[in-house]
């Protein structure tokens, strides 16, 4: 069975960073697209950003581009997501997903994505 697990979320002030780390197990990861999503309460999922396989075809939100970077170390089968600049509004769950196919761009939409980590944690204070 596939198998995602998020680490590094946290809490930090407003302007800060984390780096947040999904590794998989289960999988040929190279084989697989991968995204970033959030949830804050009372809202819906949402893309942050999401990588091809090869990571060359990326993506981002408009709310994250130029202060997220997306990337992965497929023989680590590691994808991360870099933020910096966090603002409060950037506070939610934060949830990896994976699809297994090798396309040259990723999928923005949750519905595209067959696997789910359990999330970790981000909270930004102003």
């Known amino acids: 069975d596939v198998q995602l697990v998020e680490s590094g979320g946290g809490s930090v002030q407003a302007g800060g960073s984390l780096r947040l780390s999904c590794t998989g197990s289960g999988l040929n990861f190279d084989d697989y697209t991968m995204g970033w999503f959030r949830q804050a309460p009372g809202k819906e999922r949402e893309v942050v950003a999401c990588?091809?396989?090869?990571?060359?075809?990326?993506r981002y939100s408009d709310s994250v581009k130029d202060r997220f970077t997306i990337s992965r170390d497929n023989v680590k089968k590691t994808l991360y997501l870099q933020m910096n600049s966090l603002n409060p509004e950037d506070t939610a769950m934060y949830y990896c997903?994976?699809?297994?196919?090798?396309?040259?761009?990723?999928?923005?939409?949750?519905?595209?994505?067959?696997?789910w980590g359990q999330g970790t944690q981000v909270t930004v204070s102003s």
């Open positions: 990588t091809s396989w090869k990571g060359t075809g990326t």
């Open positions: 997903a994976a699809v297994k196919t090798r396309g040259r761009w990723c999928y923005e939409s949750q519905y595209e994505y067959d696997d």
